[in-house]
């Protein structure tokens, strides 16, 4: 099994971010963390990659996720 890929898209930013999660990352508990940072205005959504690098991204600055193994990747979009 792969690690899971995310790419999230910032609001005025050109450039995404993206993130390679550890291979036991669950796509279902990424997606509960997503949502409960969208949820609140002043939340920021923090994420480790499999090197053990931490991101946060302010939730009201979230243009949309992609959540995915690999190339197949289904993807989430919240708009601003």
Same mark, same amino acid.
Do not use: C, H, N
């Given at each position: 099994?792969?690690?899971?890929?995310?790419?999230? #898209?910032?609001?005025?930013?050109?450039?995404?971010?993206?993130?390679?999660?550890?291979?036991?990352?669950?796509?279902?508990?990424?997606?509960?963390?997503?949502?409960?940072?969208?949820?609140?205005?002043?939340?920021?959504?923090?994420?480790?990659?499999?090197? #053990?690098?931490?991101?946060?991204?302010?939730?009201?600055?979230?243009?949309?996720?992609?959540? #995915?193994?690999?190339?197949?990747?289904?993807?989430?979009?919240?708009?601003?």
């Amino acid at each position: 099994m792969a690690g899971v890929d995310i790419r999230i #898209g910032v609001t005025y930013s050109p450039r995404e971010i993206d993130l390679q999660l550890p291979e036991d990352a669950d796509q279902d508990d990424i997606r509960k963390q997503i949502e409960a940072a969208v949820a609140g205005d002043d939340l920021i959504l923090w994420l480790t990659d499999r090197r #053990g690098k931490v991101v946060g991204v302010p939730s009201a600055k979230l243009a949309y996720v992609e959540i #995915g193994a690999d190339s197949d990747s289904p993807s989430i979009g919240f708009g601003s």
